[in-house]
């Protein structure tokens, strides 16, 4: 059994906004300094934004506990969020938000055709991508797994499990 | 002849004087508890989803410790610019 989550970069990048985020009220301090230059009786108002004012301070530590309460949101979500690939079957379990889940199961048996996809720079050098999962049939479902470290690894191993599976159903005929 | 006087704009921010006629106290408390509830109802909200689903993960306890820690320091670092009364 393997379980599979999306790649650590594509977890680093939601990440990013709420790093630039929580630095913007840092620049405050220097944005007024040289604001002051420009308009010396500014002085009282530059004043304000410093670590020393307390209420300065309160507008940030709540500012950063609220990007903080976010961010976490997005771990929670990056983390709930996995493939599981047994040797039957291929599980997705999809968190949409607190209290809103769907889990879905493939059979590998019902498999046709595996396709890896790996687009952009980024994706090439840390090799992370999208696994395409094909029934056969009219009806013919996909199952996407996107984001995935080693594609090319998934790919491998549910090629494998459908073989293993091939064979044990004719030793079994 | 009357001495060059030199006059400035009103800045347009200045909230010295309206913070000022405030009591901090009760404003720090209003705020403290406002983010407290939130905070309360998100954390048991997230704990539930992470003991619930994380499949026995040996990181969601780390996990959840990690963000009451840290929220804990961030409120602390909130409120402490005021000191008690």
Known sequence: MLSVRKHWFLFLMQMLPFLLLAYIPMLAPNVMESFVRAAPHAADAAAWFTLANPWFRLFLGVWWLLLWILAFNVFTAYFLNLWIITTTRIVKIRQYGFFSRQVSSFLLSHIQDVTTTVDGLFATLLDYGTVRAETAGEAAETFKMSGIPDPTGIRDLIMKEIADHHLADKAVV | ?85
Do not use: C, N
């Open chain 2, 1 to 85: 002849m009357e001495p060059a006087t030199q006059t400035y704009p009103t800045p347009l921010f200045d909230p010295g004087p309206v913070l000022a006629s405030l009591d901090a106290g009760k404003v720090v408390a209003v705020i403290a508890w406002f983010m407290f509830v939130l905070w309360v109802v998100y954390t048991v909200v997230a704990a539930y989803h992470w003991l619930r689903y994380s499949h026995r993960s040996s990181i969601a306890i780390p996990a959840l410790i990690t963000h009451v820690v840290v929220s804990l320091a961030l409120a602390l670092f909130a409120v402490s610019g005021f000191a008690p009364a």
